[in-house]
Antibody, heavy 119, light 107 residues
């Protein structure tokens, strides 16, 4: 059974930093591209960032470019999201999501990690 | 950048009724890269449809997707109690744009 388990969420002050992790199991992690998708309270889904299977390519939404960094450790089956210069409007539930191919849909999702940016 | 517009914003229906949800793209999109997701309160989204019309693993056949070009539709033939949720479309080719969602609520 595929499982994606996010951790590292919490309360952080504006301008602060936080790192999310997503532990993957039940599939060959190194073979699949991964993404982070977020959802602000009461709002829709917003794609944030993506990384290729071998981490050679990364992509970021304009809203987080220069502030968020996606990475992965295929030896640990773990995806990361390093967030810095956090803003109040970064408050959201952050989901890690597996794609079935480089252009495929998000076929598996984690349960999400809540990040609250507030003073 | 492709923008996906879903309509209606809210659909009020009774169990057993048919639901028809629309997703319109701001420009031509490749059908093989249009997906639909279902999200219930407090849960992660779940993939329902990919390639505009293919059901994901384990998705009941009351869910169907259709469309091409700029206009796509998700239909639920007979609403079950567990189908009341928010539905999102997504173009996952060279963008990762999501529509804003359609809420299907109990009338």
């Amino acid at each position: 059974e595929v499982q994606l388990l996010e951790s590292g969420g919490g309360l952080v002050q504006p301008g602060g930093s936080l790192r999310l992790s997503c532990a993957a199991s039940g599939f060959t992690f190194r073979n699949y591209p991964m993404s982070w998708v977020r959802q602000a309270p009461g709002k829709g889904l917003e794609w944030v960032t993506a990384i290729s299977e071998d981490a050679s390519s990364t992509f970021h939404a304009d809203s987080v470019k220069g502030r968020f960094t996606i990475s992965r450790d295929n030896s640990k089956n773990t995806l990361y999201l390093q967030m810095s210069s956090l803003r109040v409007d970064d408050t959201a539930v952050y989901f890690c999501a597996k794609r079935d191919s480089s252009m495929g849909p998000f076929d598996q999702w984690g349960q999400g990690a809540l990040v609250t940016v507030s003073s | 950048e492709i923008v996906l517009t879903q309509s209606p914003g809210t659909l009020s229906l009774s169990p057993g009724e048919r639901a028809t949800l629309s997703c319109r793209a701001s420009q031509y999109v490749r059908s093989g890269y249009l997906a639909w997701y279902q999200q219930k309160p407090g849960q992660a989204p779940r993939l329902l449809i990919y390639g505009a019309s293919s059901r994901a693993t384990g998705i009941p056949d009351r869910f169907s997707g259709s469309g091409s070009g700029t206009d796509f539709t998700l239909a639920i033939s007979r609403l079950e109690p567990e189908d009341f949720a928010v539905y999102y479309c997504q173009y996952h080719y060279n963008s990762r744009a999501f529509g804003q969602g359609t809420k299907v609520e109990i009338k």
